[in-house]
């Protein structure tokens, strides 16, 4: 990889992280659990989408390391204080996600068509690997059962679907703009 590949990736992972970080603003509190909508998660998935699994996955590891010392999650909470309570899971489903979405979105083939199918799905994917992260956590941290704990994301599972409908819109139109973000060769090897 070239030094130019690499201050390039070292700017997208960065740009991107800001993102996730300025949508720790926007939260909506739902439900007894305690567990927000916020537009976070789907930036997450977002980023697995632009920039493939390798470069998703250091978006949601940097987002959670600057958790360590700055209140960068929703509700201006830290990483440590969210690995400590009901929305642990969430945190891990935060790393998993971009790069779970991100490895299914640059398997799509480049055409529009094949591409929106294939990043509707990885988004979908992405999504569900929080939520099932987000359960586990529920169960652990929180004592409920496992159908309380997975009923419990029932109430964002339409706002998720809006914000995933956004995220899949906006990922195509990044994609069409620059091409060059699902570089021959990186993709295959991991990218």
Known sequence: ??????????????????????????TIPVGA????IVLQNAALILAGLVL??????????LFLLLGLALPVLAGGGTTLRSLA???????????????????????????????TI????????????????GAIGLMLRAGMDT????????AFVLPDTGKLIFAVIIALAVHQA???LRRKGVARAGD
């Not at 030094?3 to 949508?23: C, G, M, W």
């Not at 159908?147 to 419990?152: E, P, R, S």
């Open 147 to 154: 159908l309380a704990a997975f009923g419990a994301q029932l």
């Open 85 to 115: 309570g009901p929305t642990a899971g969430y945190i891990i489903g935060y790393v998993l996600s971009p790069a779970i979405a991100g490895a299914l979105a640059y398997r799509a083939p480049r055409t529009k068509s094949g591409m």
């Open 33 to 36: 659990a305690g567990v927000p």
């Open 52 to 61: 493939g699994p390798r470069r998703g996955l250091y978006v949601g590891l």
């Open 118 to 133: 294939v990043f509707a799905f990885a988004a979908i994917v992405g999504l569900l690997v929080q939520y099932a992260c």
């Open 1 to 26: 990889m070239s030094k130019n590949n690499v201050a390039s990736d070292v700017a997208y992972v960065a740009v991107f992280t800001a993102i996730v970080i300025v949508l720790a603003f926007v």
């Open 178 to 180: 620059f091409p060059q």
